[in-house]
């Protein structure tokens, strides 16, 4: 922008030039195709879901958008100190709340998982991961700064009750995300290679344990590996969505994405997919690897080991959320209910969305002038 000088000390002068443009620059075009995709695959949710309006959710989704942009731009303001607070107390207020939706929610399709206020449900573990991002960054920085500190016990502690709160719900999808967000973490911070090797043995075992006692875990795992003797409805009419759109979308072909079911949700890449073709389709995965790869490299320019954990782990929080939608969708993973960042339906994956992103972009500016001791962290 040229209008913008860099001797220009506003608010927003600083903040345009402190922040990294090219990450915006792909962020950008990666909401407006969410914009694009949910017009087209929302009116045929309402009407497989006989809501009269047909841009019921369309309509939903902008009320939303706008406030996740807004909380977007005003976190990324933060200071690293600042951001640090924020995400710990987001963490710990977010986790309460996940205890009160399995203390006094609703059972939605066998979970608790939301609380209802009002106007829309709110998913408090949509907000607890940036949260826990946040958190278990500083006791990584921490404990590497001073070996003395019980920095990883603490972590693994932290990790223990979100992954309890998860898996009470239950939602294991969200805990498999959190716990491989948790293993980059712990890859960045340096620590060893034992560390990890115990992480992934835990998490397989976890695993197996859901498989073993839970039927809706089993069913899914079963679904992937033998489709032939599980119902897999959704993931092949997806697939059939996919195929339909052909290169550059179905044009008159039939749809079928109105028998697609959470087409607005978690399998909104198949419905784009149909609507605009393969090549949109490979242009949303390669926006979110671009995205994810140039937020990891800012992220380890930064001098804060803090701000190096923390903005990698946001930026694999993304990343992996956007491999587990894509992938069920292709039937490269089993199906999970997992929303497509800033592009499926949801008020409280938006916000949580834009809050993670604010974040990011908060531990990854190049902040300039003076700044207090306390507020470049070690």
Same mark, same amino acid.
């Given at each position: 922008?040229?209008?913008?000088?860099?001797?220009?000390?506003?608010?927003?002068?600083?903040?345009?030039?402190?922040?990294?443009?090219?990450?915006?620059?792909?962020?950008?075009?990666?909401?407006?195709?969410?914009?694009?995709?949910?017009?087209?695959?929302?009116?045929?949710?309402?009407?497989?879901?006989?809501?009269?309006?047909?841009?019921?959710?369309?309509?939903?989704?902008?009320?939303?958008?706008?406030?996740?942009?807004?909380?977007?731009?005003?976190?990324?303001?933060?200071?690293?100190?600042?951001?640090?607070?924020?995400?710990?107390?987001?963490?710990?207020?977010?986790?309460?709340?996940?205890?009160?939706?399995?203390?006094?929610?609703?059972?939605?399709?066998?979970?608790?998982?939301?609380?209802?206020?009002?106007?829309?449900?709110?998913?408090?573990?949509?907000?607890?991961?940036?949260?826990?991002?946040?958190?278990?960054?500083?006791?990584?920085?921490?404990?590497?700064?001073?070996?003395?500190?019980?920095?990883?016990?603490?972590?693994?502690?932290?990790?223990?009750?979100?992954?309890?709160?998860?898996?009470?719900?239950?939602?294991?999808?969200?805990?498999?995300?959190?716990?491989?967000?948790?293993?980059?973490?712990?890859?960045?911070?340096?620590?060893?290679?034992?560390?990890?090797?115990?992480?992934?043995?835990?998490?397989?075992?976890?695993?197996?344990?859901?498989?073993?006692?839970?039927?809706?875990?089993?069913?899914?795992?079963?679904?992937?590996?033998?489709?032939?003797?599980?119902?897999?409805?959704?993931?092949?009419?997806?697939?059939?969505?996919?195929?339909?759109?052909?290169?550059?979308?179905?044009?008159?072909?039939?749809?079928?994405?109105?028998?697609?079911?959470?087409?607005?949700?978690?399998?909104?890449?198949?419905?784009?997919?149909?609507?605009?073709?393969?090549?949109?389709?490979?242009?949303? @995965? +390669?926006?979110? %690897?671009?995205?994810? !790869?140039?937020?990891?490299?800012? #992220?380890?320019?930064? $001098?804060? &080991?803090?701000?190096?954990?923390?903005?990698?782990?946001?930026?694999?929080? @993304? +990343?992996?959320? %956007?491999?587990?939608? !894509?992938?069920?969708?292709?039937? #490269?993973?089993?199906? $999970?209910? &997992?929303?497509?960042?800033?592009?499926?339906?949801?008020?409280?994956?938006?916000?949580?969305?834009?809050?993670?992103?604010?974040?990011?972009?908060?531990?990854?500016?190049?902040?300039?002038?003076?700044?207090?001791?306390?507020?470049?962290?070690?």
């Amino acid at each position: 922008m040229r209008s913008i000088s860099r001797a220009d000390n506003s608010l927003f002068g600083r903040w345009w030039w402190s922040v990294d443009r090219p990450m915006l620059a792909v962020l950008a075009p990666i909401i407006i195709i969410g914009a694009a995709a949910l017009t087209a695959a929302g009116p045929a949710a309402a009407g497989r879901l006989r809501i009269d309006n047909d841009f019921h959710f369309v309509f939903r989704q902008a009320l939303f958008l706008a406030p996740a942009i807004v909380a977007m731009l005003a976190i990324s303001l933060l200071t690293p100190l600042q951001a640090r607070r924020f995400g710990v107390l987001l963490f710990t207020g977010a986790l309460f709340l996940m205890l009160a939706t399995l203390l006094f929610s609703s059972d939605v399709n066998g979970a608790r998982r939301w609380i209802d206020v009002g106007l829309f449900s709110l998913q408090p573990s949509e907000f607890a991961k940036p949260g826990f991002v946040i958190a278990a960054a500083w006791m990584m920085a921490e404990g590497a700064r001073d070996r003395s500190f019980p920095g990883g016990a603490i972590v693994l502690g932290l990790y223990l009750v979100f992954s309890a709160l998860l898996m009470m719900q239950p939602d294991f999808g969200q805990w498999m995300l959190v716990t491989g967000v948790w293993a980059v973490m712990f890859f960045i911070a340096g620590w060893s290679w034992t560390w990890i090797a115990m992480l992934g043995g835990f998490g397989m075992f976890a695993l197996g344990g859901a498989y073993m006692f839970s039927d809706h875990v089993a069913a899914r795992i079963d679904g992937f590996l033998r489709p032939d003797a599980a119902d897999t409805y959704q993931v092949d009419r997806a697939l059939e969505a996919i195929s339909n759109g052909g290169l550059i979308g179905r044009g008159d072909a039939p749809a079928v994405k109105g028998s697609l079911p959470d087409a607005h949700t978690d399998f909104i890449f198949a419905a784009a997919a149909e609507d605009f073709g393969l090549l949109p389709g490979l242009l949303i @995965i +390669g926006l979110f %690897a671009v995205f994810v !790869i140039r937020a990891m490299t800012v #992220a380890s320019r930064q $001098k804060a &080991m803090f701000a190096q954990i923390a903005g990698s782990g946001l930026a694999a929080l @993304i +990343g992996f959320q %956007a491999i587990i939608n !894509i992938g069920v969708s292709l039937r #490269a993973l089993p199906a $999970k209910g &997992m929303t497509l960042p800033f592009i499926s339906y949801g008020g409280s994956s938006l916000l949580a969305t834009g809050v993670a992103v604010g974040l990011l972009i908060a531990l990854t500016r190049a902040h300039q002038g003076p700044q207090r001791r306390k507020d470049l962290m070690p």
